[in-house]
């Protein structure tokens, strides 16, 4: 059998603090604060957005643009408007509007902490587009030189037939 505990020493003190009943609200006192505007519209827009609706969170996106063209959200907006004219499927990826969006982002934003990852964005596409145009000139010059080949392997045939 296990030894009781001994007593608390002397100096250990127990103290009993009443509680309070609960204080009734006056009902004067708004239950919440009041939503900022455009705030349903970011919030929908931003939902559409986790789960993949991008064509909806563009409308919504837009929408609270309209609505709250200078809010204190507008460079998240524009950067999500940017990624999902870019991530959507169908219709298919929209780059000249995602470019336009996350260049307002850049221009008109310079503060904003969203930057950074826009102007990378933006310049990796520029890269892109650049490599693009450079593989179709390089590909456009192969085929040339290949045509050019083909040419001289036909007159050098010719010339080897001659006696």
């Known amino acids: 059998m296990p030894e009781p505990l001994p007593p608390p020493p002397p100096e250990v003190v127990h103290v009993v603090v009443p509680v309070a009943a609960p204080v009734p609200v006056p009902l004067d006192v708004p239950a919440?604060?009041?939503v900022p505007p455009g705030a349903g519209l970011f919030e929908q827009a931003e939902l559409a957005f986790a789960l993949g609706d991008y064509e909806a969170a563009i409308q919504d996106y837009e929408n609270y643009l309209l609505s709250v063209p200078n809010g204190d959200r507008t460079d998240q907006v524009l950067f999500h408007v940017g990624m999902a004219y870019v991530l959507r499927?169908?219709?298919?990826?929209?780059w000249i509007r995602a470019t336009a969006s996350l260049r307002r982002l850049v221009n008109e934003h310079p503060d904003s902490p969203l930057r950074p990852e826009a102007t990378l964005i933006l310049s990796l596409r520029s890269r892109a587009d650049q490599l693009a145009k450079d593989a179709k000139a390089t590909s456009e010059i192969v085929l040339e030189l290949n045509m050019e080949l083909e040419r001289l392997k036909k007159i050098d045939a010719d010339r080897r037939k001659r006696p």
């Open 32 to 34: 919440s604060l009041p």
């Open 89 to 94: 499927t169908k219709p298919p990826a929209n």
